[in-house]
C-alpha cells in the first residue's frame, strides 16, 4: 500500500463546454423560447476565452490551489478530462473505469468524487454500477449545481450529451431503473455505501423581495437528490459576472466552482475529521 497520500483521492469532473462553433452558434442563435439572456454568438475567440479559463479541467483551477494549500498533493487530486459531446453512457463507463483504477494504485483506498453541471450525470451512472459490486470504491460523491432531474437549458446544446440533460431523458430514466433494480424502493436516489451531497444555488428577489428565479441561469432547480445532504447556496454578489464577462445567462453556475466558501465546505465533508 501506497503510504504516501494523506488524504482519499478527488476525482474531479467537469460540466460541459463548447467546442465546436458551428454547432453552437445555430443553437444559441434561434427564436430562444425560453426566454434566456443569451450574451451573443459564440464567436470563435469567446469559446478560446472560455475553453482557456474554465473549459475543461480548468474547471477545477482554483479548487485544485485552495485543496494543495490544505495539504492535498497532485497525486491526490485526479483531473477526469472527457468529451464532453459524447452521450453520457460513453462517459460513464470511462469514469468507471477510471474510479476503479485509482482505487487500485492506493491500495484499497476509497476515493471522492466531485462533480461540476453536468458531470454529475455520469458520476451518477458509474456511482449506480458500482453499487452492484461487493467492494465500496466511493467514500463522497459532490454535485456542483448539477442537472440530477434535468434542465431546460439543454435544448440549447445541440450534442447527444445535452439530450442527457434534458427533463425526463432516456438517461435520467435509466438512473431511475438502475435504483430500482437495486432494491432502492424508499424513493431515495443514493445507491451505494456512499455519502451524497449537492450544492445548489437560491433564488433571486427583487427590491421588493419577490423571487425573480434561481441565481443559476443554466441549472435553474433539479440539483437535489432524494436522500442527499442538499446544501442552498446565497446568491453571489454580482453574480452574473464571471471573470471579466458580464453573462446573465449563466449567473453562479460557474461562480459555484470559483468560490472559497464552497471549497472549504466541500474539504469539510471529504476531511470530517
Not at 472560455?50 to 482554483?62: D, L, P, Q, R, S
Not at 453541471?117 to 465500496?136: N, Q
Request: glycine share 8%; net charge neutral; charged share 15%.
Amino acid at each position: 500500500m501506497d503510504t504516501s497520500h494523506r488524504h482519499t483521492p478527488v476525482i474531479l469532473v467537469h460540466g460541459f463546454q463548447p467546442r465546436q462553433v458551428p454547432s453552437l452558434s445555430p443553437a444559441l442563435a434561434f427564436s430562444n423560447p425560453l426566454g434566456f439572456k443569451i450574451p451573443g454568438a459564440w464567436t470563435p475567440e469567446l469559446v478560446t476565452k472560455w475553453n482557456e479559463t474554465y473549459g475543461g479541467g480548468n474547471t477545477w483551477n482554483a479548487l485544485i490551489k485552495f485543496f494543495k494549500e490544505k495539504g492535498y498533493n497532485d497525486q491526490e487530486l485526479i483531473v477526469f478530462n472527457y468529451d464532453t459531446s459524447q452521450p453520457n453512457f460513453d462517459t460513464a463507463q470511462k469514469l468507471f473505469n477510471v474510479i476503479v483504477n485509482v482505487y487500485d494504485s492506493f491500495g484499497a483506498q476509497k476515493v471522492d468524487l466531485v462533480t461540476h453541471s453536468m458531470g454529475a450525470l455520469p458520476a451518477r451512472l458509474a456511482l449506480a454500477s458500482l453499487a452492484y459490486s461487493k467492494t465500496p470504491r466511493v467514500e463522497n460523491f459532490v454535485s456542483l449545481a448539477g442537472p440530477n432531474h434535468g434542465t431546460d437549458t439543454a435544448k440549447l446544446c445541440p450534442y447527444p450529451s445535452c439530450r442527457d440533460m434534458e427533463r425526463n431523458s432516456n438517461f435520467l430514466r435509466l438512473l431511475a431503473a438502475l435504483n430500482k433494480n437495486l432494491g432502492i424502493t424508499d424513493g431515495t436516489e443514493t445507491p451505494g455505501p456512499v455519502h451524497y451531497y449537492t450544492f445548489h444555488s437560491a433564488e433571486a428577489v427583487d427590491s421588493s423581495g419577490r423571487s425573480v428565479g434561481s441565481c443559476d441561469k443554466v441549472v435553474r432547480d433539479g440539483v437535489q437528490l432524494r436522500g442527499a445532504i442538499n446544501f442552498e447556496l446565497p446568491c453571489s454578489p454580482g453574480g452574473s459576472s464571471w471573470r471579466g464577462l458580464n453573462w446573465p445567462f449563466v449567473g453562479d453556475h460557474l461562480n459555484i466552482v470559483n468560490s472559497p466558501g464552497v471549497f472549504q465546505e466541500i474539504y469539510n465533508l471529504l476531511n470530517p475529521n
